[in-house]
């Protein structure tokens, strides 16, 4: 195992009826004045974002808002919010939503903390990031695991560009979770979630000769939790503990703590990135569309850990770790479909991809072939692509 530091500082509020606490937990980290960041109206609509600014004004809480933010949310929303948190001089931005609003409210909140600064040129680190406003969460989709995690992703539209930033000023000051706001969730954003949770553990966890037994069991468990879960969920929305159990995996899943003693990898996000950059697809669909071709074409190197993800969270009774690798990679790839996500290019939408769309995609992913995705064997844009292949 090697050695870590855990730092999960977000305060969880979690279950029925905690929305009416935010105007207090704001007032319990000093702040007066508040951007409320949301997606679409539904949230005006549904009396939620009325709820949460009357419980902003009982606490005595100033507050404005700020809607509009879609799936891949992008860069020039996030700047909009910017401008609009500082003519508000808001110190704390409050997100309603689910990773997109969370991760919009970040980029606003270390845009508005270093107005002389492109928030860009924060995000490509050619500024280093030192400041930021406080950031806090009321979480209505789960998926992302941006409430709890260090990360927070933008797309820039104009750049064709994708990326995400880490930083411990992306951690939530407080998250309040309540399932049953899930119950009204369309379909596809649930399956997306589900796909979502259980990629930000398999990304931490494909990661070999490394012990860490601990660590393994609650990544198994999640995954295991999640699938269960999401077919109860996806069977009846109303089924509040099978709701609770995916909501809190969403947390736990991207919370590092999925990862201590091992690290994390991330080249599958990286190659579903840049997907949902050039063609604007939803996230989890990028992830679930090529992770088992990314499984087939590394899985020799780490046939043992393959071998115990198949054992331990599909129940694969096999003594040949190559084949248990194999049954545990078709298993994950049979979920994804028995719950209507796609598994291939072109059940994603993208069909008879050109070379020159693969190579773009390739080079994307791999930033320009300057960076090489994967522990368990470094892949390089040649790589990239015959992943992007096999996946069609």
């Not at 992306?170 to 649930?190: K, T, V, Y």
């Not at 999925?258 to 990028?286: C, N, Q």
Request: hydrophobic share 40%; with cysteine; charged share 25%.
């Amino acid at each position: 195992m090697n050695n870590f530091i855990y730092h999960a500082p977000t305060k969880i509020i979690f279950g029925k009826d905690t929305v009416k606490e935010a105007g207090e937990e704001a007032k319990r980290i000093g702040t007066g004045r508040v951007l409320i960041v949301y997606g679409s109206e539904r949230i005006r609509q549904s009396g939620l974002l009325g709820e949460v600014e009357d419980s902003l004004d009982k606490a005595g809480i100033a507050h404005d808002a700020f809607g509009g933010v879609k799936a891949n949310p992008t860069l020039a929303h996030a700047e909009e919010g910017v401008k609009k948190a500082i003519d508000f001089e808001a110190n704390l931005i409050l997100a309603v939503g689910g990773g997109s609003v969370i991760d919009t409210a970040k980029g606003i909140a270390h845009g508005a903390a270093n107005p002389d600064k492109a928030l860009w040129d924060i995000w490509t680190k050619k500024v280093p990031l030192e400041r930021s406003l406080k950031v806090a969460a009321i979480l209505t989709i789960p998926a992302a695991g941006s409430e709890m995690s260090d990360s927070a992703v933008l797309t820039n539209e104009e750049a064709g560009k994708k990326l995400g930033i880490n930083t411990e000023f992306n951690r939530c000051a407080f998250a309040i979770m309540n399932p049953d706001l899930a119950e009204s969730l369309p379909d596809w954003q649930l399956k997306n979630g589900i796909v979502d949770i259980m990629m930000h553990t398999l990304e931490r966890y494909f990661i070999s000769d490394i012990k860490c037994d601990l660590t393994d069991s609650i990544a198994e468990g999640v995954i295991r939790t999640v699938r269960d879960n999401g077919r109860l969920a996806l069977r009846d929305r109303s089924d509040y503990d099978a709701m609770a159990e995916i909501w809190w995996a969403s947390s736990v899943s991207h919370n590092n703590l999925t990862e201590l003693g091992r690290g994390k990898d991330f080249s599958v996000h990286k190659i579903g990135m840049a997907l949902s950059a050039r063609y604007d697809y939803t996230h989890g669909a990028t992830l679930s569309a090529v992770w088992a071709s990314w499984a087939r074409y590394l899985y020799k190197g780490a046939a043992d850990r393959f071998a115990r993800y198949a054992r331990n969270v599909w129940g694969i009774d096999t003594a040949d770790d190559e084949q248990a690798a194999i049954l545990g990679i078709n298993a994950t790839e049979s979920f994804f479909r028995e719950i209507g996500m796609p598994v291939s290019l072109r059940e994603l939408g993208l069909d008879a991809p050109t070379d020159e769309e693969i190579h773009a995609l390739a080079l994307h992913a791999t930033m320009d072939d300057t960076v090489k995705l994967s522990r368990i064997r470094p892949l390089d844009a040649s790589d990239i692509e015959k992943i992007y292949r096999m996946a069609v």
